[in-house]
Structure formats: structure tokens, C-alpha cells
């Protein structure tokens, strides 16, 4: 049959129905509430795979590893394809069947929820879909999505046949829920059995289910004999509210949530994630699915966060947020190891002394529940800070970094054949790399002290404007930088008026999200030059911080395509004059309240210029030390590879679950057993799971404030007042989220995402202040920006209508968000 009932399945037809078909059918056995609706069975795909020729034209992509080149196939051929007739016809009197109603159009493979792999966030939801054409679209689309490259790798990982997996459609009646989320019935974060967690927000469980958004946190209590007849009853045992002034269900509701949840483990015979949604008093399950974290998998200690001194928190509060926003793996310590002797330098520079012991037991450690800056001591040298701050700012940082900085950068990452290098000269390179990145970065961070002279230049800013008025006029005396993020951002912006140049041969694959195509014509080839180039030249740029495990746009350009494609609507490019003009007024203004205080002026006018200069040198000097990192990445790359090869490691990319020291002693063959690195590897994974949920959950309360429900306050680092839809981007991935004229919502920012600016109407982040990277290019751009609203992404749903107010640094939450996002499930 081409569809099947929901109501008509059970366990017993996951190879018809899928893992997520097959249980929701059970879970109607079981007389539980469940949205009716049918299956496109997974033998229709089949059918219709084998009409597309499917195996023909996979074959060699898959054999050769090329999940790009297989996934753009794949897209192409479900998207393009022309429908079986019969199967069109048969998904047509289905939906009517049903009632045409509004549906949750979900994807549901044959490998799926299995005790083993649970391939959470592989595939493709689609909800709020309305009428039979656009039912047609997400059914094309739920099957493209079995061939992601995020979904061969995962299968590839896991030693699935990628030909022998089929994927069934679930079709369902949309329910309009008060409140949705996921009930675990152990709780896998804490790796704890003997409590239960729901996470749960207002409105749709998906955007929680695929990260957009955090929901309040309620912990129960697990009875010792649960599942039993007679057993004692969850009890709520505490609740974390992430959304102050949000409405909140009954407790009534969450025990019955509890109650089932223990009915359907017992049922499954293991333990489930439950996603459910709440609407009329009646608890409707969505999904039931085993947990495959807590399969007797062994945690690493996990060092806690040792006591902070108040210097310490404020370090850690202003960095960990902007600019390591997840936890870092066992490798990344590697790069902290070669960044904290640096840190260390720039505190005794500018007058503290440094434990060195406690500083190398930092360097050393494998799990951190956050970065932790050096324990400092002021000493005496410390009451000479003013001396060396304006020591620094009258030092030409410019032209050290140009004669002596760079060239030694350049060297040590001098282009060469990494292949043709045996593992210990490898090594030797990494080491040599390393050590020009600490004693550069531990000079640059002296120059980068002087900008230390922002606080001395606020107080005649206060005296001149007040202190309401003080952080615009700071943000406008640092606007109209030529900096080194600008000029990519133009660069890239030229990059995408060279695509729409070239015509629909090259801007229809980047609007489809289908790179890959562009090899297929001339015009599609010639663009793909010009990106070569564009990359060479201005790829060192990160996406999530400056981590080892995470690919700068040269290695991995997918935020940069994601970017292009928002900027293909994008006329003009943002005017450098604005800012030149608001940096001239607010100097002006300044200098004008000062005058009467002889050689106030133009001493401040001269601290602002250098201090314009220092600011200038931050973001070149950025850029370029990224480029030793980006080479550090290329060895990691290249070993492995080699460990892969050599049958050490199960996947590349489970080297960054390795520390330095298994690595060197790994290349010099001294390597376990397979079976104990995949335990080693499995037990990692499962560490780093924990550990950065910690590493997020001491974020959130770090950043978190009181306030009202409906407003949130920041810094207003850019002025001017904007009205509409908030657009929360929660990582790179997400770029192409973003649409002309929404409000950019996101934790934080690093240069790479500064080219969204020129898409977004305004900007709100949880972090950064009046010279940060978002605050210098929002000013350019001409754009309302807040920054440092505590929580923003936590209160501010996707799609919500935000008044974003730059001149007050005030941020009003408006309408709620209107459903109907695509997302993972």
C-alpha cells in the first residue's frame, strides 16, 4: 500500500512505517491520545527511488565517501523528480481523507528510534502545512533529507547500508498545544535514573526539539519500583524557569505527563524520550523514542568549577559567551594549553602576578565546565597601569604586526605538502605553529591593553551627555573603522553581486541551498573561481570561536554559503560615510561640552584617535593569528585521516575526543586495542554531552537578570529604533535562517557573523558591549543594535515582534511568534 493508517501499525511495522511511524501506531494501541493521521509508507519511497534510479546515480558518491556530491544527487532527484502518478494520487485522498486540515509532515526511516541509534535531528519536520500542493513539497523534502551529508555521516558512523535504508513519511493532524516539549524518563543529562526531566515551552515542542529555543526545566522524583503494579507516583522535585513571566501548565498536567511516560518504558522495556504537547486538559504524544545516552556508558571526571574571585567571574561572564559559546572537546585543550601562557603574559604586563603551577594544571585538564581565567594577585606594579595603558596606546602596533608579527605568521604556516610529512615532522610543525602563537598572541594582548583607555574616555563622555546618553555617544566615537571584518564583509557582499551578475545558473542553486549544482554549467564554474579565491583570501574566518574542532570557511564554507544566500536580496552595501559622520558629531559634541577646560579637547580627541587605532588593530591582528590556528587544524586534518586509515580510529573526527598526549603517543604507536578506543571514543561522547550541557546551563545563569517579563535591557550599542520579527540564530548553521528586514537574535557574535548585518533590520545578543565586533559593524551598517540583554535568546521566541530602541538600550518583547518553522525532528 502507498499509505497506511496510523491507527492501523504497531512495533511490528517499523520496516513499513518507520521508527516514528511504527510507534506512534503502538502508541494508539495503547489507547493513549495521538494526533490521528497516516504513513507514506517506506515502500513507496522505495518504488519511487528505484523510478529515480537511485542506485545508479549513488553508487559511486557513497563509495567514495563524497556526502556532498551524494547528497546534491539526491536533493536534486526528490526535489525534481517527476511523482509516480499513483503515489501522488493516493497522498492527495489521503490528506483529504483527513480532513485537509492543517499537518505536521514528519520523516520516519526504517533505521530510526532503535535501541542502538536513535537519529534525533537527522531527518526533516515540517509543520503548519497547509493544502496538497505544499504536502507534496514537504513529502519531496522529508525524502531528500534521508541524503543529507549530516545523515550519511551519521550511518557511516554507525555501519548502516545508506542504499538498504528506506524512509517513511508520517502525516499528522496539527495540534494547536498550549504548551509542547520532551519528557525524559531518566534524566540524560545528569546521567541520573533515579529522576525523571520535561523540558516544555508555550506554543509548538519543535522549536525546543530542534534547539531554537530552551523551555523551563521540571525534575521528578522516579519512584524504586516504577513501571510496577502499585508503584508510587513522580513527584515534582524542582523547577528552572528560563523564561521569566512565562505561563506554565498545571501540575496536574506534568504528573499525568510523568505517569505515562513510566507506562510507555515499561511498555518499550527501556527508557524513552517522550515528545508530547498539551492542549485542552489532554496530554498528546507526539513521539516515543529510546534514550541511546544511557546505555551503561561510563562518564570521565568532570572537574567543578572551582571558586572564582570577583576578577575571574567578570573575565569569565564577558568571554565564555562571545566567544566560546559551547564546550570545548578533549583535543581543543590543546589550543587553550598554547592561549593561557599568553593570557598569563598579559596579566603580569599589565601589573598581576600569576600562580605558574595552577596555570599549567589548567593547561592540562581534558573536561572544563568553563573556561576559567588565571587566578590573579595585584601587586605593586599595578598602580603603574595608567602609564602602560597609555604606553600601549602610543605604541604603533600597526607596524610591529606588519614587519615582524606577520612575516613570522606567514612562515610558520608557509604552504606545503602536509602528505608528504611523516607524523613526527608533522608534530614538528604543529609545536613550531604553537609556539608562534603564544609569543604573538602574548605581545599583541600588550597592545591590545591599551583599549583599557575606554574607561578613561567615558568620563568626559558622562560629563558631556549624561550618563543615559553615555554608551551611544561611546559607540559613535568608535564608528567608521576600516577594519579587517569589514573588508570581508565587503568582499563577500561583492561576492554575491558577482552571482546575481551570472543569472539564474548560479543564484538558482545558491537560493536552493545546493552548492554542488554550480559545477554543472560554465557560468556555475566560473563563480566557483571566484569563491576559490574569495576563500584564499579571506577564509580564516571562525564560526564558533577560535576551537581546533571547529572549521574556519576555508575548510568548511557552509556558513559562508548560507551567507550569500541571504545577501542575493541585499541591492546596496552598507554606506562606511554614516559611520564617519556619527564618529565626527559625538567627537563635536564632546569636545564642544568640554571646552572650558583648557587642553581637555584635544587631549580626548587625541585618545579617541588612538584608541580608534588600537580597535583597528584588534581585528587585523584577529584575522591574521586565525590563520595559525587554521593551520594547526590543517595537521589535525591530515593525522586523522591517518589514524582512519591505519583502522585506529572508527571516524576521523573522533580525534578531537582524544588529549594531546593520546595523540602523540598514538602516532607513536603505542595505540589500544579497537574495541577500547571505541570505548574510549563512546565514553567520551557521552562526557562531552554532559559537559557542555553544564558549560551552557552556567552560561545561561551567568547571563541571566531580573527585569520585567516583557523587557529586557542591554547596552544600546548602536542607535536607533526598529520594529519586527525577531529572527533567533542559535550557530552558523542557521545563517541562512536569517531574511531581509528581521531583527538578528543570537548569543553572541564573532566577525563571521557580522555579513548577517547587512540582511538584519536590528540586532539583539546576550553578550558584547560598545567596541565589540557586532557593536563596531551594526554602527557602520546604520542599524539599531542591543547588546548584552542578558537572556535574549532564552525570552525571545523565533518569529516573535520585537522593539528593539539602540538609544536606550531597551529591548520590548511584542506579539508571540507565529508557528510554522521547518525543523529537525
Not at 344 to 372: I, K, Y
Not at 423 to 434: F, K
Not at 448 to 465: E, K, S
Amino acid at each position: 500500500m502507498i499509505t497506511r493508517q496510523l491507527s492501523e501499525l504497531s512495533r511490528a511495522d517499523l520496516p513499513i512505517a518507520g521508527g516514528k511511524g511504527a510507534n506512534l501506531g503502538e502508541l494508539i494501541g495503547l489507547g493513549l491520545a495521538v494526533p490521528p493521521g497516516f504513513v507514506v509508507t517506506a515502500g513507496t519511497y522505495a518504488e519511487q527511488a528505484r523510478a529515480w534510479q537511485f542506485a545508479e546515480h549513488l553508487t559511486a558518491p557513497i563509495a567514495a565517501r563524497n556526502w556532498e556530491a551524494a547528497a546534491a544527487t539526491a536533493a536534486e532527484l526528490c526535489l525534481h523528480g517527476a511523482l509516480l502518478p499513483a503515489v501522488e494520487l493516493a497522498v492527495r485522498d489521503a490528506y483529504r481523507e483527513l480532513g485537509a486540515p492543517l499537518v505536521a509532515v514528519r520523516s520516519s526511516a526504517t533505521a530510526e528510534d532503535l535501541a542502538d541509534a536513535s537519529f534525533a535531528g537527522q531527518h526533516d519536520t515540517y509543520l503548519e502545512v497547509a493544502g496538497e500542493s505544499a504536502l507534496l513539497l514537504s513529502l519531496r523534502r522529508c525524502w531528500a533529507s534521508l541524503w543529507t551529508p549530516r545523515a550519511l555521516d551519521y550511518r557511516a558512523a554507525r555501519g548502516i547500508d545508506h542504499l538498504g535504508v528506506a524512509i517513511a513519511v508520517v502525516v499528522q493532524r496539527m495540534v494547536q498545544s498550549e504548551f509542547a516539549g520532551v519528557l525524559f524518563t531518566v534524566d540524560p543529562v545528569d546521567q541520573r535514573t533515579d529522576r525523571m526531566l520535561v523540558e516544555l515551552a508555550p506554543g509548538l515542542g519543535e522549536a525546543i526539539v530542534s534547539g531554537h529555543t530552551s523551555g523551563d526545566l521540571y525534575h521528578l522524583s522516579r519512584p524504586l519500583d516504577a513501571g510496577k503494579p502499585g508503584a508510587g507516583a513522580p513527584a515534582i522535585t524542582a523547577r528552572e524557569r528560563r523564561g521569566a513571566g512565562r505561563p506554565a501548565p498545571s501540575d496536574a498536567l506534568v504528573h499525568e505527563l510523568a505517569r505515562i511516560g513510566l507506562r510507555l518504558e515499561a511498555h518499550f522495556g527501556c527508557p524513552q524520550d517522550v515528545e508530547f504537547a498539551f492542549a485542552g486538559g489532554v496530554v498528546h504524544l507526539l513521539q516515543s523514542r529510546p534514550i541511546t545516552t544511557l546505555r551503561d556508558v561510563e562518564l570521565e571526571a568532570i572537574p567543578p568549577l572551582p571558586p572564582l574571585n570577583r576578577m575571574q567571574r567578570r573575565l569569565l561572564e564577558s568571554n565564555d559567551n562571545d566567544r566560546f559559546p559551547v564546550a570545548p572537546k578533549p583535543l581543543d585543550q590543546w589550543g587553550f594549553g598554547i592561549v593561557l601562557p599568553a593570557v598569563a603574559h598579559t596579566l603580569q604586563f599589565a601589573g598581576f602576578a600569576v600562580d605558574e603551577a595552577e596555570l599549567r594544571a589548567s593547561a592540562e585538564q581534558v573536561w572544563r565546565e568553563a573556561l576559567v581565567p588565571p587566578r590573579a594577585r595585584p601587586t605593586l606594579r599595578l598602580l603603574a597601569l595608567p602609564r602602560t595603558v597609555a604606553a600601549s596606546l602610543g605604541h604603533d602596533w600597526m607596524g610591529w604586526w606588519e614587519n615582524e608579527a606577520l612575516p613570522r605568521i606567514l612562515d610558520a604556516c608557509d604552504l606545503t605538502d602536509l602528505g608528504a610529512m611523516d607524523d613526527a615532522a608533522l608534530l614538528r610543525r604543529a609545536d613550531r605553529i604553537a609556539g608562534v602563537l603564544t609569543e604573538t598572541l602574548g605581545k599583541r594582548f600588550e597592545g591590545i591593553v591599551g583599549q583599557a583607555a575606554t574607561l578613561l574616555v567615558r568620563i568626559p563622555v558622562v560629563f558631556a551627555v549624561g550618563r543615559k546618553r553615555a554608551p551611544v555617544i561611546m559607540g559613535d566615537l568608535v564608528s567608521g573603522l576600516r577594519t579587517r571584518t569589514s573588508e570581508v564583509n565587503e568582499a563577500l557582499f561583492d561576492l554575491s553581486r558577482k552571482a546575481v551578475g551570472a543569472g539564474p545558473e548560479v543564484t538558482g542553486p545558491l537560493r536552493d541551498g545546493r552548492p554542488d549544482e554550480l559545477r554543472e554549467t560554465e557560468a556555475g564554474r566560473a563563480f566557483l573561481a571566484e569563491v576559490d579565491a574569495f576563500l584564499a583570501e579571506h577564509g580564516y574566518r571562525e564560526s564558533t570561536g577560535l576551537f581546533l574542532s571547529a572549521s574556519m570557511w576555508r575548510r568548511d564554507p557552509t556558513p559562508m554559503w548560507g551567507l550569500l544566500r541571504g545577501l542575493l536580496d541585499v541591492s546596496e552595501p552598507p554606506s562606511e560615510a554614516a559611520g564617519q559622520r556619527r564618529y565626527r558629531a559625538a567627537l563635536a559634541e564632546v569636545t564642544r561640552a568640554v571646552r572650558f577646560i583648557p587642553g581637555l579637547g584635544a587631549a580626548f580627541a587625541q585618545v579617541v584617535e588612538r584608541l580608534r587605532t588600537a580597535i583597528v588593530f584588534r581585528e587585523r591582528s584577529h584575522f591574521d593569528l586565525a590563520r595559525l590556528f587554521s593551520a594547526l587544524q590543517d595537521i589535525i586534518a591530515a593525522l586523522a585521516r591517518r589514524l582512519h586509515e591505519r583502522g585506529h580510529l572508527p571516524v576521523p573526527e573522533d580525534i578531537f575526543y582524544l588529549t594531546r598526549a593520546e595523540l602523540r603517543s598514538w602516532l607513536e604507536g603505542q595505540v589500544p586495542s579497537r574495541g577500547e578506543v571505541e570505548r574510549l571514543v563512546r565514553r567520551r561522547r557521552a562526557t562531552y554531552a554532559v559537559v557542555n550541557g553544564r558549560w551552557q546551563k552556567w552560561a545561561f545563569a551567568a547571563g541571566s537578570q531580573g527585569g520585567a517579563a516583557d523587557v529586557l535591557r542591554g547596552v544600546g550599542a548602536s542607535s536607533g529604533v526598529v520594529r519586527g520579527r525577531a529572527r533567533v540564530i542559535c550557530d552558523e548553521h542557521g545563517f541562512e535562517r536569517l531574511r531581509a528586514g528581521e531583527i538578528l537574535v543570537c548569543r553572541y557574535t564573532n566577525p563571521a557573523w557580522t555579513p548577517l548585518f547587512t540582511l538584519a533590520a536590528g540586532v539583539v545578543t546576550n553578550t558584547g558591549g560598545a567596541v565589540s565586533h557586532a557593536a563596531i559593524v551594526a554602527r557602520e551598517y546604520g542599524i539599531p543594535a542591543v547588546l548584552g540583554a542578558a537572556g535574549a535568546t532564552e525570552r525571545i521566541a523565533d518569529g516573535q515582534e520585537i522593539l528593539v530602541d539602540g538609544n536606550e538600550g531597551l529591548v520590548t518583547l511584542l506579539r508571540p511568534a507565529n508557528a510554522g518553522e521547518v525543523a529537525h525532528g
